[in-house]
């Protein structure tokens, strides 16, 4: 892992893997690959991509691991999504200094992270699909444009976003703050294991149904309960399906 102040270019290989240090965050910018987290008992990188592909350059700028693709001109024209690249990051569930802030964009490939807390996390992509799966965070933003979006058993402490445009779209957990879910063609289900009266809701559908714990609404639901957390859901093909805790 080259460190900020070594300025030297980075030869581009097939397969690039290595441990690295210690790190609170995590930004990824790269358009032609998936990104994957893993858990483990130490911090590596493993990067995957097709011969003749551009590589990113992995660099760490304080406690910040950067992951960036610096395209030479014309090169990413020649690669489409059925050819992209894979990141895998393993890093150990329980760091003792914690996570700070997981920033991941991709434009083809999907996005994967497992049960970890980190304080912010932002991913977002357009092809592909977008899964967190027990993860603990302030702030959640899960967002893609041709691809499923799910994060279940997630804990959002102050506010949870996610938005596809053609992909479902589920989301469970303890939800508590501002919760936002939107789409165009798909459903959405949402599981919450707080009850119905700890929300403020506003639920809009044009072509399906609203679902609170399996009983039918009209497309338009809206609910204030004066609470400290509310849900707004939206789409535009496909109902939108919401359980409680009893």
Known sequence: IAEAAEDAPQAAHEKQAGDC????????????????????????????????????TVEMHGQTLFIEEKPLRGIFKRFSFHQCGMIRITVPQRPAAGF???????????IVLPALAVERVYCETVNGAVTLAGVTADSLHAESVNGAVSATGCYAHACAHCETVNGSL????????????????GGIRVATSLPVTE?????????????LDGEKHRKEVHIAHHAGNSIHA??????IRLEFCK
Do not use: K, M, W
């Open 21 to 56: 240090p210690q790190f609170r965050s995590v930004h990824i910018e790269v358009a032609n690959a998936g990104v994957e987290f893993l858990l483990g008992s130490e911090y590596h990188v493993q990067i995957d991509y097709p011969d003749g592909a551009p590589v990113p």
């Open 100 to 110: 700070e802030l997981f920033h991941i964009e991709s434009v083809n490939g999907a």
């Open 170 to 185: 589920t989301l469970s957990g303890e939800l508590r703050g501002e919760t936002h879910c939107e789409t165009v063609n």
């Open 199 to 211: 929300y403020t809701l506003d639920l809009e559908t044009v072509s399906g149904s609203v679902y």
């Open 234 to 239: 939206e789409a535009v093909n496909g109902s």
